[in-house]
């Protein structure tokens, strides 16, 4: 199994296990995101759910590249590209409170997925960034459209998606990327995060929740998000794309 689901007191927590490749995105990953984001859609006793990798190297590393790189084509990779932004705006946009709990490094994709939920911790040790720009792409499923709505400063977010680099947790806490950094037993720091929130009644999550969708629809997320979807298909397409990823992944087998 690519994941593991744990629902506990309201608690749901998605682990994406696959840490031999360093919990990078497959299908059945995607499909499992779908699968939590529907119950929580069609039941109400889930009050936070919680996004993490299994070990403690890697959150997320993004689509897994040994899989996607058979996509060639602009209509290929708009097919992967649109099925995981979708799940990413319909993880954003869920009325109780969305957290990464970010136990190792996030880039590419998973900088993206957890840029997509509402709270991002995040392990002294790791990494995050939007390195999609070494494979001569931009963001594909919607983070940068995102990341533009975290409340950081238009440089700071310009300069995290042109850099293409990942940032120390440190700096990520610094521009406001980061809510908070923390050390130790990462379901100890989900503990103390949402040890006040958990006492206040989930209608008032939702009812906060709502203020901040209504304000995505009256600015046309949606649109917007795939739009972004769009563009990174078109590069997809590229020779320049098509030769970073048989660059990275002849360096990967070395």
């Known amino acids: 199994m690519a994941y593991h689901i744990n629902n506990e007191a309201g608690i749901l927590t998605f682990t994406i296990d696959r840490e031999e490749k360093r919990n990078a995105v497959n299908d059945e990953v995607m499909d499992g995101l779908k699968k939590v984001i529907t119950y929580i859609q069609t039941h109400d006793d889930v009050r936070f759910l919680v996004i993490t990798g299994a070990g403690e190297k890697s959150f997320c590393s993004g689509g897994d590249l040994s899989v996607f790189h058979a996509l060639e084509t602009e209509e290929q990779a708009f097919g992967m590209l649109s099925k995981m932004g979708q799940i990413l705006y319909e993880l954003a946009t869920l009325q109780v409170p969305t957290i990464a709990l970010i136990n190792g490094t996030a880039v590419g994709g998973g900088c993206e997925i957890a840029t997509a939920c509402d709270f991002r911790l995040v392990a002294s040790h790791a990494k995050c960034g939007f390195i999609q720009g070494t494979l001569a792409i931009t963001s594909g499923w919607g983070g940068g459209t995102y990341l533009f709505e975290r409340g950081l400063r238009h440089d700071r977010a310009l300069k995290m998606l042109i850099d293409a680099k ?66 990174c298909a078109k590069l997809w397409e590229s020779e320049a794309h098509h030769a970073a990823v048989n660059h990275f992944l002849t360096k990967s087998k070395k």
């Not at 809510?179 to 130790?184: A, P």
């Not at 209608?203 to 929740?209: I, N």
């Open 166 to 231: 990942p940032y120390e947790a440190t700096l990520l806490h610094d521009i406001g990327w980061a809510m908070r950094v923390f050390e130790g037993d990462k379901m100890e720091a989900l503990n103390v995060f949402i040890e006040h929130m958990r006492k206040i009644h989930p209608s008032v999550h939702r009812a906060y929740k709502e203020i901040e969708l209504r304000k995505w629809r009256e600015r046309n997320m949606y649109e917007r998000v795939m739009e972004e979807v769009r563009t």
